[in-house]
């Protein structure tokens, strides 16, 4: 867990965040290299519920189960289905939940995943290796229409030149289908110009496409409503997220589950929600971002940004 690569993002934040204590009970559920697992397992003598999809987090739990004597054990499945994965061993109340959104970096650096544009691999992304079904990302674009290429591109990877992309894949698709991260990567580079803060001009079109092979927005979803349903009063949330989409919809589902509307005037008080009682508190208004020493260690951890709030004793708005 030295390698920076592999490094939890935001750790000692999160930590922070969820307090953890003796006794307690707390979900990594994006486990990926348990390092959040670790950090809570060593911070106190309490019990973690890891989740993950990826048949490598499971082994990589298996085994830090053991070193933890028992307390940590990973359960096979999405995030999104953490309410139900905890229930099916006996867990209906939990003190803590972390979550850290996208990719992990096992994944990306692993070119037989296909996640990366950096290095070339088959055109997969599927965060569970295709062990859960599901189109890969060769299926994605390989088949749709170019207007729904164009719109996925543009909605989930924020690329104006969406169109172009769309475009360019279709008239090469005509010829051979596109089956590599270094084929497309090349393919939309010819076509996208590089931005002046040198992000490549293939960062937003693999993003859409990641998250519309894994449903990370719609697991998002889930997964927020399932960790309501799964904390204790008094327990902790903390949500690390790397682009905006992913924020945006934390910022909106905390903001409306603690009641809060929209300040007219920064100087003026949160305007009250009408109806159903908060179910969670903002311990912390706004987002928290990495340190400057971090950032320097591990450059990945640039565009993190931390979200947490405490849940109250009202009941859950809706079923997970």
């Not at 992990?104 to 070339?120: C, N, V």
């Not at 939309?188 to 001009?201: C, E, F, L, T």
């Not at 799964?230 to 603690?258: I, N, Q, W, Y």
Request: with cysteine; charged share 30%.
């Amino acid at each position: 867990m030295s390698d920076p690569r592999h490094s939890s993002v935001m750790l000692a934040e999160v930590l922070k965040a969820l307090s953890p204590r003796d006794g307690g009970v707390y979900v990594d559920a994006t486990f990926g290299a348990g390092g959040y697992s670790r950090g809570l397992l060593e911070a106190a003598d309490c019990t973690v519920w890891g989740i993950d999809r990826d048949p490598l987090a499971q082994g990589i739990g298996q085994e830090m189960g053991r070193e933890f004597g028992g307390r940590l054990t990973v359960l096979s499945g999405r995030f999104g289905d953490m309410y139900q994965l905890l229930d099916s061993v006996g867990v209906s109340r939990v003190d803590g939940v972390a979550l850290d959104l996208g990719v992990s970096s096992m994944q990306l650096d692993d070119p037989a995943r296909g996640f990366s544009f950096r290095a070339d691999g088959p055109l997969d992304m599927r965060m569970g290796q295709g062990s859960d079904g599901g189109m890969s990302a060769a299926d994605v674009v390989n088949s749709l229409a170019e207007q729904e290429l164009a719109d996925l591109i543009y909605k989930y990877g924020e690329e104006r030149a969406s169109r172009r992309v769309a475009r360019a894949i279709v008239e090469q698709r005509a010829k051979s289908p596109i089956t590599r991260t270094e084929e497309l990567a090349g393919l939309i580079r010819s076509v996208v110009r590089k931005s002046k803060d040198g992000i490549d001009p293939a960062t937003r079109t693999f993003q859409a496409l990641r998250i519309v092979v894994n449903d990370e927005l719609g697991e998002l979803t889930r997964g927020l409503a399932g960790a309501e349903a799964l904390l204790a009063p008094g327990g902790r949330l903390a949500v690390v997220s790397f682009h905006s989409l992913e924020d945006r919809a934390v910022k909106e589902f905390l903001r409306e589950r603690s009641g809060s509307g929209p300040r007219p005037s920064r100087h003026l008080p949160d305007l009250p929600t009408k109806g159903a009682a908060p179910t969670f508190t903002l311990i912390k208004r706004g987002t928290e971002k990495p340190g400057e020493a971090e950032t320097r260690r591990n450059p990945r951890a640039r565009s993190a940004r931390l979200r947490w709030a405490e849940r109250t004793d009202a009941p859950a708005r809706a079923a997970a």
